[in-house]
């Protein structure tokens, strides 16, 4: 057997949009200026206490944590009050799952999102039943700590030189380094495709078809 580890923002779908949103309406509730755009699509992949430290160095842990907590309440009262964009899948990337799930691959995600988060994402594109395991934020450190990836594969039940985790920023990329664990960027997300070469990538994909034809290699 053969796993695919997928991150989930940024590399299976498009979710910048509502991720400014949320950091606008949790900031703003703090009265905090709002973030700079290009500074939260950096820190998209981290944990959110980790995300907030880095948005606000100067800041104590308290308010980070605080911050953290109602980021996420952020995204329950946008939900409620209809505000929230859809979050695509990037192109092609859904046949790609299909095909993988084909050729017999396993698939998993490890994700900076919540628990419910990431089961609302995966559900609302109908592909929640896919994924023999699922890693997030709720239950493990921030990556590039490698303890997402090592519970994906110990629940799978696949070697470390089976797997492969797919991300688009260098958390991702960091996290299957740590773990010894192909890491496979793509250049569809927040980082750029240089700085995932950088971090210990073993190719950054184009597309999705570029994608399959790294993970067959």
């Known amino acids: 057997m053969k796993l695919a580890v997928f991150d989930c923002d940024g590399t299976l779908v498009d979710s910048q949009a509502n991720i400014l949103r949320a950091m606008h309406d949790s900031f703003s509730r703090f009265a905090l200026p709002d973030p700079d755009p290009h500074a939260v699509r950096r820190i998209v992949g981290l944990s959110l206490v980790e995300a907030m430290q880095a948005l606000l160095p100067e800041a104590d842990a308290e ?10 309440l952020a995204f329950q009262r946008l939900r409620a009050n209809r505000r929230l ?4 899948m990037f192109p092609g990337v859904r046949d790609l799952l299909l095909e993988l799930e084909a050729e017999g691959w396993m698939l998993a995600v490890a994700t900076g999102k919540s628990d419910r988060g990431l089961r609302l994402c995966l559900e609302h594109h109908g592909i929640f039943d896919r994924f023999v395991s699922l890693q997030t934020a709720d239950r493990h450190p921030s990556k590039p700590h490698p303890s997402m990836l090592l519970a994906a594969l110990a ?3 696949v070697e470390a030189e089976r797997a492969a985790i797919i991300g688009d920023t260098v958390f991702d990329i960091g996290m299957g380094v740590a773990a010894d664990v192909r890491a496979i960027g793509v250049d569809w997300g927040y980082h750029e495709a240089e700085e995932l070469h950088g971090a210990g990538a073993a ?15």
Do not use: C, T
Not at 63 to 72: G, I, N, P, S, V
């Open 203 to 217: 190719g950054v994909a184009r597309d999705a078809a570029h994608l399959k034809a790294l993970l067959d290699g």
């Open 155 to 157: 629940e799978s039940g």
């Open 85 to 88: 964009d859809p979050e695509p």
């Open 63 to 72: 308010l980070h944590a605080r911050l953290a907590e109602d980021y996420k």
